[in-house]
């Protein structure tokens, strides 16, 4: 490795997934997560026990992922790590690590919005989208459209007012009396069931905003009454009702996406966030843009969920840009792109 390498060590600690990644001149060496399965029987993530777990995890990670990168601590040229937004707890132990590791090194800091992370996902592989383009963020916490215009340059131009859509999933899922987290075995189920087996409403917002929170109600009175007509309803039905709501969600989805394409007149579309790993949304989408003739980009499954590979791409980005943070740098739980 040469003198003037970039070698950056970036973390990710916003949620319950605990992540390392070593990146040098813009490329990815590696991507090591340890995920937590102490939330489980608990139904969603405890913000408590999850802190607990990154404290557990994060020196091992990232002890994986210096050995396996082949590259020293001592070459490395920059600190990386999630800022915000996320669980507040969680976030400390990362930026608390990154900011001890950073001075001892006597290198510098790099704070990193995880959602405009999840955007730049998309360019630690090929084929990376041509600027301007417009990616549909959807994750568990998080639904928005975001207008890139350069690497470092994003608007967000339509997102939720409310629930964000993989929250909508995983509501649902519950009502289904399927474990957490519902929102994956929602889209197993569906690509067994017919997605036009039940209606349930589309909310529509003014502009490019999104209302997810109507479907969860919607569902919650519809199986209330089927449920009293026969209590088997669900387990008879539940490949069919799956293959409905996910069908709903995809098509409020892709009308609000639809709309922003032609408003700023954009063919360059991506799509980002947990929630991208979804196959009923990948398919309906890629049908959509060839029929649009959209030039479409969805990044690979481990890039989809929380992970610190897409935190080094964006913080490779800001280290060419001299975007240092200081040492009283604190995490935001709430972080706008």
Not at 276 to 297: D, F, P, Q
Request: glycine residues 8%.
């Amino acid at each position: 490795m040469g003198t003037n390498d970039i070698s950056i060590l970036a973390i990710e600690s916003s949620c319950d997934e605990t992540s390392a990644s070593i990146i040098v001149n813009g490329k990815v060496l590696n991507n090591i997560v340890a995920t937590q399965s102490v939330h489980e029987k608990y139904g969603g993530v405890v913000p408590e026990l999850a802190s607990r777990a990154h404290q557990e995890n994060l020196i091992p990670v990232i002890q994986e992922a210096i050995l396996s990168s082949g590259i020293t601590k001592d070459q490395l040229s920059a600190i990386a790590f999630t800022r915000g937004p996320g669980l507040m707890g969680s976030l400390l132990v990362g930026v608390s690590f990154a900011k001890a590791f950073a001075r001892s090194l006597e290198i510098p800091l790099i704070d990193v919005n995880h959602m405009q992370a999840h955007v730049l996902a998309h360019f630690i592989e090929d084929p990376r989208p041509a600027f301007p383009f417009i990616c549909l963020t959807v994750s568990g916490g998080h639904t928005q459209l975001v207008l890139v215009k350069s690497h470092l340059q994003m608007e967000v131009i339509g997102e939720t007012q409310d629930d964000a859509v993989g929250e909508a999933f995983d509501k649902t899922a519950k009502l289904l009396g399927l474990p957490y987290p519902g929102g994956p075995l929602v889209d197993k189920y569906a690509n067994e069931g017919n997605p036009k087996a039940f209606k349930f409403p589309v909310t529509r917002m003014p502009g490019l905003n999104y209302s997810f929170s109507g479907i969860k109600t919607a569902v919650l009175y519809f199986l209330r009454d089927k449920l009293q007509e026969n209590p088997a309803f669900i387990d008879e039905n539940l490949p069919d009702l799956c293959a409905s709501i996910q069908y709903t969600l995809i098509e409020m989805l892709l009308i609000k996406l639809k709309e922003a394409v032609k408003q700023y007149g954009v063919r360059e579309i991506a799509i980002a966030g947990g929630v991208s790993a979804n196959s009923g949304l990948r398919e309906t989408l890629g049908e959509l843009a060839r029929r649009k003739g959209w030039n479409l980009y969805v990044p690979k499954f481990e890039y989809c969920t929380d992970n610190a590979a897409m935190i080094a791409m964006a913080a490779h980005y800001k280290y060419l840009k001299g975007e240092f943070v200081g040492l009283d740098v604190t995490p935001l739980a709430k972080m706008k792109i």
